[in-house]
Nanobody
Framework: QVQLVESGGGLVQVGGSLRLSCVASGSNFNINTMKWYRQGPGKEREWVAGISSGGSPNYFDSVKGRFTISRDNAKNTVYLQMNSLKPEDTAVYYC?????????????WGQGTQVTVSS
């Protein structure tokens, strides 16, 4: 069984930075795509950034130039470096990974980590 665990959230002031991590644990698996989503108060969950198995990143327009997604395949970890944070970035952030176990593909979510940007 593969699980995803996020960490790194917290309270930060406007203009500050945070680095989120999401670690996949288990055995005998490979990770294909890795993505970050977020859900702000009273809002629907939205995609923030993604990174392919080859390391190609892509971003939601509102975070381009401020957020950077990266991955460390040796550590089964995806990161989200968030700079120049704004109040509208306040949300619970979730990682989502496509995990391959043998010939089976799974779509897994982490439990989320809270990010609060105060003005």
């Amino acid at each position: 069984q593969v699980q995803l665990v996020e960490s790194g959230g917290g309270l930060v002031q406007v203009g500050g930075s945070l680095r989120l991590s999401c670690v996949a644990s288990g055995s005998n698996f490979n990770i294909n795509t890795m993505k970050w989503y977020r859900q702000g108060p009273g809002k629907e969950r939205e995609w923030v950034a993604g990174i392919s198995s080859g390391g190609s990143p892509n971003y939601f327009d509102s975070v381009k130039g401020r957020f950077t997604i990266s991955r460390d395949n040796a550590k089964n970890t995806v990161y989200l470096q968030m700079n120049s944070l704004k109040p509208e970035d306040t949300a619970v952030y979730y990682c989502r990974c496509t995990v391959v176990v043998g010939t089976l593909w799974y779509d897994l979510w982490g439990q989320g980590t809270q990010v609060t940007v105060s003005s």
